[in-house]
């Protein structure tokens, strides 16, 4: 069965410092990946994805995630975070037969921007 | 704005009730999918219909059971509502019910069983 892990629940960051949230997948053959943000009483965000190409994917809100397939890892990243950013954060993967039906999510981070 | 529409935002109901909550997806999305999002259980998807059909089922309780109009809205009823379905419960769409496309997701609605 496939999973994903979000190791920390949550992480602090001070503001203008790089961010790292961290997301390790377990799924068969090559797989989907995904990024969403969830802001207080509010829906997920997508903010972006990983299928093929290059491993450097870029998103909104000047987000960014690093695949490595050998460390099966679906990191986020962005290099100056913003108190904005505080929200709890999804990492999803899903292996590429079947739909969207089939992306598992992960626990989820609670990411901190501290003033 | 994800242009995913659910209502009501929040709904405080009684244990043995029923409600219906509503989703309209994204103009052109033919794929609903629904979820319940838990503290203890994180997000879990529930139901999917593509097209007015059911396409998939997961973890959904038989006291739960959802529908897809031909406009392509959905609504997921819940019956002899428990406590434990307190939660927020999520709609999402998109184009397809296959391919690389992501979901995109409603604000949600928030249910209170008291």
């Known amino acids: 069965a496939q999973s994903v892990a979000q190791p920390e629940d949550q992480v602090n960051v001070a503001e203008g410092n790089p961010l790292t949230v961290k997301c390790t997948y377990s799924?068969?053959?090559?797989?989907?990946l995904f990024w969403y943000v969830q802001y207080p009483n509010r829906g997920l965000q997508f903010l972006l994805k990983?299928?093929?190409?290059?491993?450097l994917v870029k998103g909104s809100y000047g987000f960014e995630a690093e695949f490595n397939k050998s460390q099966t890892s679906f990191h986020l990243k962005k290099p100056s975070a913003l108190v904005s950013d505080s929200a709890l954060y999804f990492c999803a993967a899903r292996a590429p037969s079947g739909g969207y039906q089939k992306v598992t999510f992960g626990t989820g981070t609670k990411l901190q921007v501290i003033p | 704005d994800s242009g995913v529409t659910q209502t009501p935002k929040h709904l405080i109901t009684a244990t043995g009730q029923r409600v219906t909550l509503r989703c309209s997806p994204r103009s052109g999305d033919l794929s609903v999918y629904w979820y319940q999002q838990s503290l203890d259980q994180g997000l879990q998807f529930l139901i999917q219909?593509?097209?007015?059909?059911?396409?998939a089922k997961g973890n959904i309780l038989e006291r739960f059971s959802a529908q897809q109009f031909p406009d392509l809205h959905s609504e997921l009823n819940l019956s002899s509502l428990e406590l434990g379905d307190s939660a927020l419960y999520f709609c999402?769409?998109?184009?397809?019910?296959?391919?690389?496309?992501?979901?995109?997701f409603g604000q949600g609605t928030r249910l209170t069983v008291v």
């Open positions: 799924v068969s053959g090559n797989p989907y």
């Open positions: 999402a769409s998109s184009v397809r019910g296959a391919g690389t496309a992501e979901a995109f």
């Open positions: 219909y593509y097209n007015g059909e059911e396409r």
């Open positions: 990983y299928i093929t190409g290059d491993n």
